[in-house]
């Protein structure tokens, strides 16, 4: 059967708040001396925010307790500045455009909630392309776990086989392989690092694969 429908992982694939994320908790810890590696970060990248503890190895480091509000706060506040300028990843409006006029569907799977996610989409004019979000609220599971895909699948109203995932983490991946849908991995700044195994098909960035060659090979 062919694909009608193509789910849209959000964090680190629609818009690159992946990186933005570890450059802002980087910058916090430069600021302290410490340096943050992307090794200590890769673990948490596709899982909830709260995956990720940033005080403990920095409070070791320094062998003191920190001031976690402010720090929250200081972080928080290079983030918001940094993704305010974020536009969307190179082919994602094409992609958009070409689903739109191949009467594909279109539906995001993430384990952010939904005024993230509806809030940057309307930012940059994409919200009316998706036919549904689905957000944390929806299932309460984050990534690796298949229900936000399933969820999705389910408001789109079509079958697993029917659907192409695109993901930039390997824990999306598995979420999405879990849920019997096609995946294709497009790592960005700071996942390209992961393990892209499970992906059925792995791409530098969407310019590189237009939408009708993937239908194709999907369909194969």
């Known amino acids: 059967m062919s694909i009608r429908a193509i789910i849209f992982d959000f964090d680190g694939l629609i818009l690159d708040t992946e990186t933005t994320e570890f450059n802002g908790w ?4 430069q600021e302290h001396g410490y340096e943050l590696t992307i ?4 673990d948490g990248i596709g899982r909830p925010n709260s995956h990720f503890e940033p005080f403990a190895p920095l409070e070791t480091f320094l062998g003191k307790k920190v001031d976690r509000d402010a720090i929250r ?3 928080r506040g290079l983030c918001k500045e940094m993704n305010l300028k ?6 994602v409006a094409q992609y958009l455009n070409d689903a739109q006029q191949l009467g594909l569907k279109l539906g995001i799977a993430s384990s952010s909630d939904h005024a ?6 309307t930012r940059l004019n994409l919200l009316a392309y998706f036919s549904s979000l689905t957000t944390f609220e929806d299932t309460t599971a984050h990534k690796p776990e298949p229900a936000p895909y399933l969820k999705a699948l389910e408001k789109l109203g079509v079958q697993a086989h029917e659907a192409i995932a695109l993901e930039d983490s390997a824990h999306g991946i598995a979420a999405a392989k879990a849920a019997g849908i096609f995946c294709v991995a497009v790592p960005n700044e700071v996942t390209r690092i992961m393990d892209f195994r499970l992906a059925d098909l792995m791409i530098p960035s969407l310019l590189e ?3 009708e060659e993937l239908l194709r090979r999907a369909e194969r």
């Open 86 to 91: 974020l536009l969307p990843r190179d082919g």
């Open 39 to 42: 090794d200590m970060w890769a």
């Open 73 to 75: 706060a200081r972080k």
């Open 26 to 29: 980087k910058q916090v810890y």
């Open 116 to 121: 993230w996610v509806s809030g940057h989409l």
């Open 209 to 211: 694969l237009p939408l």
